[in-house]
């Protein structure tokens, strides 16, 4: 199956920076999602990508479907302190094979 | 609007002990998905039902692992006997009936912990 790679693993960053992490795959997905989850929480869809090339924003949040269909990144930008937590990338192949990534787990220091 | 429902939160148990996680998906969500979270991973599909019909349960380790949506409602995921590696947050998701990924809901998770 296909091979989801995230990264980076975690990140500490300071309150008011940019984020950049970002997914890569061994092979082809026709959707790109991009999660977020809080500690005993279920992941919450933040951004879903459905076309090569396209580029979505929600608030401070940012992603864009990479031109190969082989990965994705998200952007956010002025980070705050409620920002932390794990953020899942996750690709679909047909609507019935979705994998997630690893996870970026962020930390914001105030 | 309800969320879907899990329960337990937490459940420890002895290896080759049985569990039982019990989901209530959100009212009229035909589509029901278990999903198994091991630590530092993202979630892992283990079935997906339509009503109450399975769609997929190719990821299911069926030897131990069973589920069923009787009425094709609320689902109910067992693990029989379970073991070391099954140390894992289990996550139930809903979704209406031809909805895709993207429009499906995640309940809190149940945490297992096999000692």
């Known amino acids: 199956g296909q091979q989801l790679n995230q990264s980076p693993q975690s990140m500490f960053i300071q309150e008011g920076e940019d984020v950049s992490m970002n997914c890569t795959s061994s092979s082809i997905f026709n959707t790109w999602l991009w999660y977020k989850q809080d500690p005993g929480e279920g992941p919450v869809l933040l951004i879903a990508l459905y076309k090569a090339g396209e580029l979505t924003s929600n608030g401070r949040l940012t992603a864009q479907f990479g031109i190969t269909r082989k990965d994705s990144f998200l952007n956010i930008s002025a980070s705050i302190p409620s920002d932390v937590g794990i953020y899942f990338c996750a690709g679909l192949e047909n609507n019935n094979d979705m994998r997630f990534g690893a996870g970026t787990r962020l930390t914001v220091k105030p | 609007e309800a969320g879907v429902a899990q329960s337990p939160r937490y459940k420890i148990i002895e290896k080759r002990q049985s569990v039982a996680f019990w989901c209530n998906p959100i009212s009229g969500h035909a589509t029901l998905y278990w999903y198994q979270q091991i630590l530092g991973q993202g979630p892992k599909l283990l079935i997906q039902f339509q009503n109450n019909g399975v769609v997929d349960d190719s990821q299911l380790p069926k030897d131990r692992f069973s589920a069923e949506r009787l009425k094709g409602v609320d689902s109910t995921l067992k693990i029989q006997p379970a073991k070391l590696e099954d140390s894992a947050v289990y996550l139930c998701?809903?979704?209406?009936?031809?909805?895709?990924?993207?429009?499906?809901?995640f309940g809190q998770g149940t945490r297992l912990t096999v000692v």
């Open positions: 998701a809903s979704s209406l009936e031809g909805a895709s990924f993207t429009e499906a809901f």
